[in-house]
């Protein structure tokens, strides 16, 4: 199991940040995350009998879709699928056609109760993302670096491209539509349950002194 090689330093913030956060209303929060889908390329295990390998062909370049998703206690949001690179701007827009319609739908038109949580990417912290969010009042939550196992996103991934490995796939286009069907079926108690663990998730890293945790 591979997981981020985490500093001195790394442990201290994320202690320190899961201490500070013990008490953040997290119902109030958007998580949202990034994440790639390749075409027919999830990783699974096999058992192979003494003698006998499973061999699994696979193409230099595959297919992919760069993927963007939210959620919040009220359920899942938008999300969109691209082929580009995400940058500042491309960043800017899905704020613009994903974020604020999701905020709206869950915590009501022109609300500000709600804040976005998200990494520290540099695409999320340049100048033109800050003065985006400045500009039409989304108020973002301080976050740890090198710490995608607290944010619940990841486990709805998981889900996502396990549920994607079941469906014989072949086109860009039919992998594009199935997440959006695949998203689209995620339950709703499913988001709420997710934002529930963020209590345990805080309790955990305390425990383990800033260091990786298993959820």
Known sequence: MSKPLLSDDHRKNRLKWAKDHLYTDWDLVIFSDETTVYLNQVKGRVWNPPGNK???????????????????????????????????????????????????????????????????????????????????????????????????IENVWHLLKMSLQKRKLTTCRSLTAAIHREWKALPVELAGRLVETMKNRLFQVIEKKGDFILH
């Open 54 to 152: 499973k061999i699994v062909r696979t193409v230099k370049h595959p297919t992919k879709v760069n993927v963007w998703g939210c959620f919040s206690s009220r359920g899942f949001g938008r999300i969109i699928c691209f082929k580009e690179n995400l940058n500042a701007k491309r960043m800017c827009n899905i704020y613009e056609r994903a974020l604020l319609p999701t905020a709206t739908d869950h915590f009501g038109p022109g609300s500000t109760s709600w804040k976005l949580q998200e990494d520290n990417d540099p695409k999320h912290m340049s100048k033109m993302a800050k003065k985006w969010r400045e500009e039409n009042g989304v108020q973002r939550i301080d976050w740890p670096s090198m710490s995608p196992d607290i944010n619940p």
